[in-house]
């Protein structure tokens, strides 16, 4: 069974920093393209950021230069760093891997949690 782990969340103050990080298996990482997406309270999960195994990169419009979406396929890991943390920040994010072989399948994560709260 594929497990995608995120990790990296919690609690932090307006203005803050948080690094999430997620991990899967090398087979899977080392052919997916890697995504974290949000959901916030009575909001649909939405897109943040996607970075391809080639390295490219994409962000939701929304991010505005606070996020930035790294991997380390050395570490089958991927990060998501946000700066200048807001409350509408606060939700629970989550990892994607969206494998690409002959098929395509989605692995998920069960999320992390980002409270943004003075």
């Known amino acids: 069974q594929v497990q995608v782990v995120e990790s990296g969340g919690g609690l932090v103050q307006p203005g803050g920093s948080l690094r999430l990080s997620c991990s899967t298996s090398?087979?899977?990482?080392?052919?997916?393209?890697m995504a974290w997406h949000r959901q916030a309270p009575g909001k649909q999960r939405e897109l943040v950021a996607f970075?391809?195994?080639?390295?490219?990169?994409n962000y939701a419009d929304f991010v505005k230069g606070r996020f930035t979406i790294s991997r380390d396929n050395a570490k089958n890991t991927v990060y998501l760093q946000i700066d200048n943390l807001k409350p509408e920040d606060t939700a629970v994010y989550y990892c994607?891997?969206?494998?690409?072989?002959?098929?395509?399948?989605?692995?998920w994560g069960r999320g992390t949690q980002v409270t943004v709260s003075s």
């Open positions: 970075i391809t195994r080639g390295g490219s990169i």
């Open positions: 090398g087979s899977i990482f080392s052919l997916s393209d």
């Open positions: 994607n891997a969206h494998f690409k072989l002959i098929n395509e399948k989605d692995y």
